[in-house]
């Protein structure tokens, strides 16, 4: 019936005609494509092997991470002290050590990585800036104000430095607040976004600068300290439950939404047409970024460049395809971060340098290396 | 942006908030981690910090086994509140538990002591502190140049292996008052913490000393959980700096008995107890009436203006300076309370407050091999200048070492006599100073040669 | 077939500056439709609301009966498809993923194969299947254009709106371009509408013309024939011309002439 239609038309020519007819047939046969899907399929694969590459890549780096140290315990002691931890049989002097100290921080450096990593995906994607990180709304200042008034108001002294944490928790969530509330009277595009991010970035920051102004030495070389990020500002294993807890929380979202970001990245009108409240979805996004950035920054301190770099460099082996890119970088960020608190800890020993520190000298070259290198239509 | 997402937004972060905040805070285990097991608070009067030091004098010796015997056996009542230090294992009553103990450390027993540490809690570290080095097999760290200083009282120098990096790094310290001090390791990021735990076992560290604000909790939480392990004794006491009060006297009065060594402390005992005699003689005689003063606080690298000005703070790394210089009748012209103890002033400022006279002091100049008398001199004289150009006539001294060091009590008399000529007898000022150089560091000269170097009180008197 | 209503729409951005004012139509027939009209009158805006991604001040759209403002994005996104206006994606991924995007309504499980059979298709009949693997930004106007188009077509919606789909692409492409989506509308029954500069293509190829004039209001609906007069598109475009009938197509054809000063000027 519609072949009629199509051929009764005398403004088509035979060639168009043939096209679309040709576009309304069954393919399942065709052997071209079946030489595509087969190329599609390889190219999965790929990813999937990046991916399983990536999850050795992080297990080899953990295991390594957990043997280095300054006292010198044997590679295998170091397992079998675990071993005999998790069997109830404690007997080695070094105990503490491996099981204490060790183990959480690279439990820890793990979560961060991976958190602040997924955050940087996240971000970069819904803002549609290369230069997006978890802390592009402003969740670093209020931190960090958080931080500054448990330091310099003796929160810390009098309870503790949990005091700390749950202060810079809390305040890093208010820039999320304040940009979710003023989407109310303007917009959540990204500029938008962006901007209020900056401003109230700005407003925070004089705060605390005011009150580092006032502080004593101890306590600003305190904050200078958690201000770079540090691993060994996690005390054992008691700052592990939370943050483990809302980094996996985070990391199941973002995989489950990874679909969606796909859509919104190819522009808020046609991720519109296709059925996702672009402003909505981004508005979501930049909170499910805040709080797990926050979880994570309230115990490290503001550990830079694996929110930013990670996704870069991930996307250079398994491309822009967020359903791949936000498992891979999660494991790339968390294989990371083990890497620089393992250099940090080696490299000017006695003397150690936080994971912050080291981040940053990896991640500057980095970052201008992939400047150098890619050209504009790639990115 | 439809006003129901920003409700459930916000309503989003707030359940968040509170169930971490709330996870957070039951799983806090209250206390800043470095305390003890009872969050006690002492109160004490006494130089001597331990618990046994029952009469509160400056020794522990049979006389505090009296002391507590009497207790015991009726004949004399205890007030807990004067005598805090008599109830020796804090269990609330005295009894012959507490003397004997005071005894085992008078016998000089293994095992442990206890100190009213610098957050007023109950302390502890091994006692005596020199087993714990096993002859040599472990070693000392102390922060800073003026930590050494104490090392070389006890006769403990040849142990300490490392050092903080502070303003003098080891590779600047003066090889004759400090011998080997370029052979010593140094940790260059001053600030302790987890990252360092390690490394003090894998250098086998066993005692470290220094300020209160440079061992972070997570390095003390480490060192308190894994104490049965390595026993790595960190004594809490102020070095050079006074903590709420606790001065460098206090300290290395406690460290004697720590150490099971006040045959070597009973020396430093005995000069500070002469100059403070001396001082109170000088007082006594003549009419002194009280001079203000203001100690502006250099050194190198330090900006000439605004100055730190050494102040009346009530936090509780302090109020360094002050101390030693009030126990001359001075009293400061400037009664800023800051919680740093350090305040910087505009020189401006510091004229207008109109001081009868500007005692600058400094740390690191005198321990220091790359700065010599001259050039020393000169940069006093810098500070001094801009003092004269603004019109100020009283008198300035500059002294080449943080005066709340072990050096600080030497050079009193010396600058009482500058400004109370008639009071303090210069000999006997010089004497007491050369004194201490000659018993108590590695200072080579002889009387003439102190006069003339940099440890002397650099007076001022240019108009 | 979907049947699209607009009834007395009026659309601006804030309440001060309304961009559409008061417009009807009713759209029953499956077919090309092309929206045509002088820079900046609306014509945006107006398949915008179509698609909800805008919403009207006043008035109501109405598809198959139901008006959008009570559907979700994702109920109209099943109905009407999109094709934006030139667009980067931030981050671009290969051809053939960026078009698989527009199967985003469509993926279920299992459904990759049919998913990948109608990109492969659509990457066919734009001419673009040499292009599966390159990186989507990579590639010049014309080919970005065309990615765009099929990650248009393979949503399978009833209606379609490309957003200025030619305006990149050489008059080879125009024409074919336009010649295919008037072959698809009447191939699957559906309703394209698309907003074309040329008038001569838009004679050809649509089966009904949309006049927008200044100030945002419709000026004329119907056949080319009708609707692109000597009298219509001086009015709207201020330009004289002259218009004769094809023999062969027996479409109008415009030559243009000179443009008349201080007529349909824009403010």
Redesign the interface.
Known sequence: MSENKLEEDHILSADVINSVKDWNTDYSDDAQFADTVKDYKSSIVKKFIFIAFFLVVIVVVTSIAITVGAVNIGFFEVYEIIWQHLTGNIVSDYDYIVFEMRLPRVVAGIIAGAGLAICGVIMQSVLKNPLADPYTTGVSSGASFGAVIAMTLGFTAAFGSNSLVILAFAFSLVPTMVIAMMSRFSNASPTTVIMAGIGIMYIFNAVTTVLMLWADSSALNQIFYWQTGSLALIKGWESIPVMFGVVLFGVVISMFISGKLNVLATGDDSAKALGINADRMRLLCLVLTGIVSAAVVSYTGLIGFVGLVTPHIVRMFIGADNRYLVPASAIFGAALMIVADVIGRVIIYPSALPVGVVMSFIGGPIFLWMVIRRNSSAW | ?D?K??II??A??IA??IV??G???F???????SGEDDGRTYTINTELRVFGNANNDKYLNSADVTFIKNIVDGKSAWNSAENPLADVNADGKITSKDYEMVQDYIDGKTGTMYYVDWNKQRSSVDYPLTNVLENGTYGIHSMFSTGLDWLIILGLYDNVT?MSNGDIGPDDLDLELYPNADKL???????L???????F???KIKITMGD???Y???FL??VE??FG??NLNVIKLPMNRTVDGITWEDTMITLGVMFNLQNKSAGYIKYIEKVDAAIETAIASADVGTKTYIMPYTAPGYDLNPMYVDAHGS???LMADVYTIEKLPLTSAVSVV???G?DAVEAETIIKYNPNALIISSFGYASSKSMTKEQYVDHFQDIADIFRDMGYTGLIYGIAFENCTMAGSAFLLTLAHSIWDDAFDEDEAWALMYEYYHNFTNYKGSLSDLKDSKFAVWENLWY | MVDIEIHDVDFGYDESHIVLHNINLEIHEPGLYCIIGPNGVGKSTMVKCVSKIISPLKGQVILDGQDVAEMTHKDVAFKVGFVPAFSQDAFSMSVINTILVGRYNHQKWGSRQKDLEMVYKTMKLMHIENLANRSYNALSAGQHQKVSIARGLVQETEVLILDEPTANLDVKYQVYVMEMLRAIAIEKNMVIMTICHDLNITSKYAHQVIMLARPGKIHAVGKPEDVLTVENIREVYGINCRVYTDEETKKPYVILGSAIMGMAEDY
């Open positions: 942006m006003q997402s920003v937004v916000a989003v972060i968040v908030a971490a905040v996870f957070m805070a799983n806090n285990n209250g206390g800043s981690g490392y390791k140094v940790f260059k990021d001053i600030r913490t987890s990252d360092h735990y390690e490394t076992i894998n250098e209160k604000r440079w972070d909790d997570t939480k480490a959980d894994n392990k390595y936090g509780p790394v800051t919680a740093d350090f």
